[in-house]
């Protein structure tokens, strides 16, 4: 990265140059990360599910649809460290593996949502005019649906699969985010240092990329952070109305559903999918929170 | 059966509901004889008798006309209004009520029944041979659109010989004539009745008005001082509570605010048993999950892969692990144990074999497995559940099921892949007095709910010969040649028969469940102080 000089090649205007850099930025999203010990906590807990995700097969002592006979709803002890199902199933192995599905629908999703809605967002930002006009308010017409409503009834349309919850979770935060985008894009575009990149003749790829991106990336991150945590109770909420991924798959939302009727036989079952998705969530805030509060400063003095 | 009448006839919506009639048990319960006063007159007596309020859990109706009747609430209200003018007990034998057991011809096409006199109803007119006749022309109506005019298809005529006479000509004899006027849709109604859902002028026990019937809360009824059977009912009133959450019910109940809830999902049921508050029951009914595979089409128009299904599947191991074994077993037919006169051992299912079931698998062609959608109706009576526990045991004899759990809305509607479409799946049906309808419906050649699109001519005659033979021990053994190719080549996998549970308060007494919950009366009911 050292060897990147950005402003070497270019004489004109080279005196104003955009702030930030995406090292810089990096930076201080490490930074921002490790500072504040609540945020601290939201980056352990989050990086624990990760774990937990990418090598749950190793951590899981059964498979998680295994139904060993006269294992009937056993409560927590050694062996079940989270006690068994009605199917006598291990609920630990079921959260660990459940966890796969989870994170990786909801950290996709976002991630896709994110990149989209950015690219949108830039460009319409940018751009200006009637292609704002239009497509701001075909994103207008979609958030005025409910997110919750939004996913129902396109998971609806395209029937309950993992890739229709993938699909369900771009569409709803795509608006969300190209209009977090634009608003920032809105307000860099009118910038001196824009001015001068344009006035140095540079492409409108090079200028959204290179000048105006690093300066909305900070709103980027607390965004999809933001989202990285609704996404997740959105594939919870789908799962749990049995439109989202589907059984025996140990998805989070899947289980509560299944354990509701079991709250008082086998509290347990209900128990530990619910503090899974809690703290995960809870994680995913902490983290989001400490960006933000950090990252806040560097967007608006950009 | 033509499509059309099929279309008008019996909905399967109907037909599937967890209900119907057939054997029950009596929750044992010790009659409040304290009440009874030996000073009193008969009649004071009576009214001195009738004491407490019964509050009764039930999901929201679907209809109160009981032409249109579809739910165990709609039937709640209906017998807790009106009688029928057979009931079928807990026996599952055919016993009198506003009429007595009739007389039939030697050809078994004219049935004359003499009427229970002096019957009125709730406005005071008296109860008589027109208003039968007026109540199953109602059904017989196609303008009515009730799902029970299939079953009344083979009347011919109804005539009021007198006023306490009622005679049925048949077209053809029938063994299921008589059940089907214990058909949960004949409620006697009044002659000249224009809208049964607004009038609730009905014989029974308890009576109430259309301002005191609230779908969206509840029903508020009051005893008939004069019904026509002495001494009952022995309540003051009733209410049928209605929420629309199962959960909540059972809820109420444990906190005392309800005495009796029916259909408790069998995750819920455990914890009641250990209330000392309450007392559960447990009545087999013959509803069942018919597993089936489409004998039309691939792969389960090759009898090796049927056969190579029956031997993987542990129906013991599914009743155990999806509810808790509080079902009757099965032997993948319709005819339950419920039906102790039909049901037959005779030809056993053959024991679980996943090494035999490998071999007709190679031998189908299957050598290195067979991979399948399996469709289920989602929530619906653990049917998530069982398709899990059905897919982990296929599993082990190398078939693999990808499970489509599909809303029962979308699922019982028309359309790719729906339960008469579906190449494997599952259908949930309801108990029925007679197994008769599921023979007809289900497994008949061309019949509009044979859901396998099965289709054998032996087992067709033997359908058509049980439909007609009124002698019970000749009826039985065409039912035992039927159950026996239905174990040995027929489409369907039937695990088991589910349970109907209750609960109720303990100082209720004197409710006599039924099969389908929705008969269960509450004449004799009582409540201790």
């Known amino acids: ?302 | 059966m033509p499509k059309r009448q099929g279309k008008s006839g019996l909905s399967r919506r109907n037909f599937l509901r967890m209900a119907g009639a057939g054997l029950g048990v009596t929750i044992a319960g010790v009659a409040p004889s304290n009440l009874f006063s030996g000073l009193a007159t008969q009649s004071a007596l009576a009214q001195a008798a009738r004491s407490g309020v019964l509050r009764v859990g039930w999901t929201p109706p679907v209809s109160l006309d009981p032409a249109l009747y579809n739910d165990a609430p709609d039937i709640s209200l209906g017998i807790s209004v009106y009688d029928y003018l057979l009931n079928i007990n807990q026996k599952s034998q055919i016993v009198p009520s506003l009429a007595k057991m009739p007389t039939v011809s030697d050809d078994g096409k004219v049935y004359t029944f003499a009427l229970e006199p002096n019957v009125k109803f709730h406005d005071g007119s008296a109860f008589g041979a027109e208003d039968v006749k007026f109540t199953f022309e109602r059904l017989m109506d196609e303008k009515t659109g009730s799902p029970a005019r299939s079953l009344y298809g083979n009347i011919d005529k109804i005539e009021a010989v007198d006023a306490a006479t009622v005679k049925f000509t048949l077209k053809a004899a029938s063994a299921v004539f008589l059940t089907s006027l214990t058909d949960y849709h004949a409620c006697i109604l009044k002659k000249g009745t224009a809208d049964p859902a607004k009038e609730f002028n009905g014989t029974g026990p308890f009576k109430t008005t259309k301002d005191k019937v609230d779908v969206t809360d509840r029903a508020t009824l009051t005893a008939n001082e004069n019904y026509w059977k002495p001494g009952l009912p022995k309540l003051e009133g009733l209410e049928l509570v209605f929420v629309k959450d199962i959960a909540a019910l059972v809820t109420a109940l444990k906190g005392g605010q309800l005495d009796w809830v029916p259909r408790i999902p069998v995750e819920l049921f455990g914890d009641l048993e250990k209330d000392d508050t309450l007392s559960t029951v447990n009545i087999p009914t013959n509803s069942f999950p018919n597993i089936r595979i489409r004998a039309d089409q691939k792969p389960g128009n090759d009898p090796d892969v049927v056969k190579a299904i029956r031997l993987s599947i542990d129906r013991d191991g599914l009743n155990k692990a999806v509810i808790q074994g509080l079902g009757a077993p099965g032997q993948d037919t319709p005819i339950g144990p419920l039906y102790k006169d039909f049901y037959s051992t005779a030809t056993p299912l053959p024991k679980r074999d996943v090494a035999a079931a490998k071999a007709l698998l190679e031998k189908a062609g299957y050598k290195d497995g067979l991979a399948l959608d399996f469709y289920a109706p989602q929530g619906e009576f653990n049917a998530d559940d069982l398709a899990q526990a059905l897919q982990a045991q296929l599993k082990e004899a190398g078939i693999t099921l990808t499970l489509k759990l599909v809303q029962p809305s979308v699922y019982y509607d028309k359309g790719p892949n729906t339960w008469l479409e579906s190449t494997f799946g599952l259908t949930n049906w309801a108990s029925r007095p007679d197994p008769q309808s599921y023979l007809d419906l289900i497994y008949k050649t061309g019949a509009d709910y044979n859901e396998a699109h099965y289709s054998n001519p032996d087992l067709d005659k033997l359908i058509d010969a049980a439909r007609v033979e009124v002698d019970v021990k000749k009826r039985a053994t065409i039912m035992a040649d039927i159950q026996k190719i239905l174990i040995e080549s027929g489409p369907s996998f039937i695990p088991y028969f589910y349970p109907l549970l209750a609960a109720q308060s303990k100082k209720v007494s004197g409710i006599e469940v039924a099969p389908d919950p929705g008969l269960t009366s509450f004449a004799n009911a009582a409540i201790a102080k």
């Open chain 1, 1 to 302: 990265m050292a060897t990147i000089e950005q402003g070497a090649e270019v004489t004109l205007g080279s005196a104003i140059k955009p702030p930030n850099k995406f090292r810089a930025q990096l930076r201080i999203i490490i930074r921002a990360l490790t500072q504040n010990p609540f945020t601290l906590l939201g980056t352990l807990i989050v990086t624990l599910f990760l774990l937990m995700a990418i090598f749950g097969p190793l951590v899981a002592p059964y498979e998680f649809d295994a139904q060993p006979p006269d294992q009937k709803l056993k409560p927590p002890s050694a062996e079940h460290l989270f006690g068994t199902d009605n199917l006598s199933r291990d609920v630990f192995s079921r959260v660990v593996i459940g966890s796969r599905d989870i994170i990786s629908l909801a950290g996709f999703g976002t991630l896709m949502a994110v990149t989209l809605g950015a690219i949108l967002g830039l460009v319409v930002g940018y751009r200006g005019g009637w292609v704002d006009e239009v497509i701001m308010r075909l994103m207008d017409s979609i958030l005025a649906l409910p997110a919750g409503l939004l996913a129902l009834m396109l998971v609806g349309a395209v029937g309950p699969s993992r890739e229709s919850v993938l699909f369900v979770i771009i569409v709803v935060y795509i608006p969300i985010v190209a209009r977090v985008v634009r608003s920032v894009v809105l307000d860099i575009k009118t910038k001196a240092f824009v001015e001068a990149a344009k006035m140095r003749g540079e492409s409108n790829f090079y200028i959204l990329s290179r000048e105006i991106l690093p300066s909305v990336l900070p709103a980027l991150v607390v965004e999809a952070s933001l989202r990285f945590s609704y996404a997740i109770f959105l594939v919870a909420t789908l799962g749990f109305l049995g439109v989202g991924v589907q059984p025996p798959a140990p998805d989070w939302g899947l289980l509560v559903a299944s354990a509701r009727n079991y709250a008082s036989s086998a509290p347990w079952m209900l128990f530990f999918p619910c503090a899974a998705i809690g703290l995960l969530v809870v994680g995913v805030n902490l983290m989001s929170d400490g960006l933000k509060s950090i990252l806040q400063t560097s967007i608006t003095g950009g």
